[in-house]
């Protein structure tokens, strides 16, 4: 059976991951977080305190980035790796929420990241989730889904998930730091988050999770057939 590469891009907090990684499984596919790339730099530009007016100090920080994978057994998907260490949970934090869209923006950081993304997709059998990844990434790829839910779900979603890891988040933390990152996301000039044209527009305010997986696995399985 051929494979094919599908694509998931949406605002923040629309579920983007949790679908991405339910359909790799299902297919056995490589389930790749670029955002958690975007994150892992963004954690090392902080940590370092990496002049973002410098061209030369941006370029020499992402020099000394090396970003991979390394499944955890235990979760059944993988945890990103920055120069070996597992930043899987400093990457979530809001300190690095609260920078990450600004970071993103920069040129270097979007070429030296997406440069990184095309290798992973060049055996296909990939999903990957993101913000440019149907645009500007995979602009070849089979499927395309662009992901949106009402913000007040989308809220609600990431207090539960915070809350579920015992962070001290409050609501209106969250809804800013949502507000903010989308505004941030869809206006920077490289590359903004935006739907491809041949993209399906999915809307999962009111679907829960199985219903959508079923959904999309249906229009998986049309473009496998048709790749074929
Ligand atoms: O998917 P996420 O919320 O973890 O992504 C974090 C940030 O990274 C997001 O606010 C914008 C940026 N990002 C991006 O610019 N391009 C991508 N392909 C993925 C994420």
Redesign the pocket.
């Known amino acids: 059976m051929n494979k094919i590469i599908i694509t998931i ?1 949406g605002y ?2 629309c579920g ?2 949790t679908l991405a990684k339910q359909i790799a499984k299902e297919l056995n596919y490589v389930f790749i ?7 892992a730099i963004t954690l090392f530009f902080i940590r370092n305190q990496v002049d973002l007016t410098s061209v030369t100090s941006i370029e020499a920080a992402l020099n000394q980035i090396e970003l991979s994978f390394a499944y955890n057994a235990e979760k059944g998907t993988s945890d990103m790796i920055l120069n070996g260490e597992n930043v899987e949970v400093p990457i979530r934090e809001m300190a690095v ?1 609260n920078q ?2 600004q970071i ?2 920069l040129k270097e950081v ?1 070429e030296f ?1 997406v440069a990184q ?1 095309q290798l992973n997709g060049q055996k296909k059998g990939i999903v990957m ?5 149907g645009t500007v ?1 995979f602009p070849q790829a089979e499927l395309k889904i662009f992901l949106t839910a009402d913000p007040e779900v989308r809220v609600e979603r990431r207090y539960k998930e915070l809350q579920s890891k015992n962070s001290a988040v409050t609501k209106e933390e969250i809804k800013a730091n949502l507000e903010m ?1 989308d505004y ?2 869809t206006h ?1 000039d490289i ?1 903004p ?1 935006r739907k491809a044209e041949d993209a399906v527009l999915l809307d999962n305010s009111h679907l829960n999770m199985e219903d959508q997986l079923q959904l999309v696995l249906g229009w998986v399985n049309d473009k496998i057939k048709k790749a074929s």
């Open positions: 891009d923040s907090s983007k991951s977080d670029s955002g958690a790339m975007y994150r929420s990450v869209s993103a923006a979007r990241s993304q989730d993101g913000r440019d990844i990434v990152r941030q996301d920077r590359s988050l």
